[in-house]
């Protein structure tokens, strides 16, 4: 912190060595300009600089009242930009970890969620197409004997496909007999 005079001269600072200097960041004519223009107007001012102790630094400039002094004087600060973002920069590392983990998370429940649904409609499938080849065989210990459990419409397709195989070879089983009676 510090105390800048209308001419931009420091007139209070921790270090006394600096009292009586001009600050490091008005060493460029353009910064010193726009703030000792501003502290002229009474405007706060807020510049992003580099400072040869603290690299990226604010400096932040806010008009003042100094007794009967006349207009121009100005409190200033400055800060390095790491310390003044150093919670930020916690925050979103800590957001950015908690995004990837839910992605992660999300990822695993949507493969097997679609496991859940598309395995048993593969073998429904499967047993579909042995079907349209009049394979009407039934295997007790299929993949498809345990779907006949479920609640869901897996559950209703796979029990209907069995009483449709059953009724299929119930119809086949009775062109037979019809087929030999008649032979």
Same mark, same amino acid.
């Given at each position: 912190? +510090?105390?800048?005079?209308?001419?931009?001269? @420091?007139?209070? #600072?921790?270090?006394?060595?600096?009292?009586?200097?001009?600050?490091?960041?008005?060493?460029?004519? !353009?910064?010193?300009?726009?703030? &000792?223009?501003?502290?002229?107007?009474? =405007? +706060?001012?807020? /510049?992003?600089? #580099?400072?040869?102790? #603290? *690299?990226? @630094? &604010?400096?932040?400039?806010?008009?003042?009242?100094? !007794? *009967?002094?006349?207009?121009?004087?100005?409190?200033?600060? =400055?800060?390095?930009?790491? /310390?003044?973002?150093?919670?930020?920069? !916690? @925050?979103?590392?800590?957001a950015i970890i908690a995004f990837v983990s839910g992605l992660i998370i999300l990822s695993i429940l949507i493969i097997r969620v679609s496991l859940h649904f598309s395995r048993p409609i593969k073998v429904l499938s499967e047993i579909i197409v042995r079907l349209s080849n009049y394979d009407l065989t039934y295997e007790e210990n299929s993949e498809a004997a345990k779907y006949t459990k479920r609640k869901d419409e897996i559950g209703a397709m796979t029990r209907a496909l069995g009483t449709m195989q059953e009724n299929l070879i119930v119809i086949v089983g009775s062109l037979q007999k019809v087929i030999g009676n008649v032979a």
């Open positions: 912190a +510090r105390v800048i005079t209308p001419q931009g001269i @420091v007139a209070a #600072h921790p270090d006394k060595k600096v009292i009586g200097e001009i600050p490091e960041d008005f060493s460029d004519q !353009g910064t010193r300009d726009r703030v &000792l223009g501003a502290m002229s107007r009474q =405007v +706060r001012i807020s /510049e992003r600089n #580099h400072s040869s102790t #603290h *690299g990226e @630094v &604010l400096n932040t400039y806010a008009p003042i009242r100094i !007794g *009967g002094a006349s207009d121009g004087w100005a409190f200033g600060t =400055v800060v390095p930009i790491k /310390e003044a973002t150093a919670k930020v920069d !916690g @925050v979103v590392r800590i």
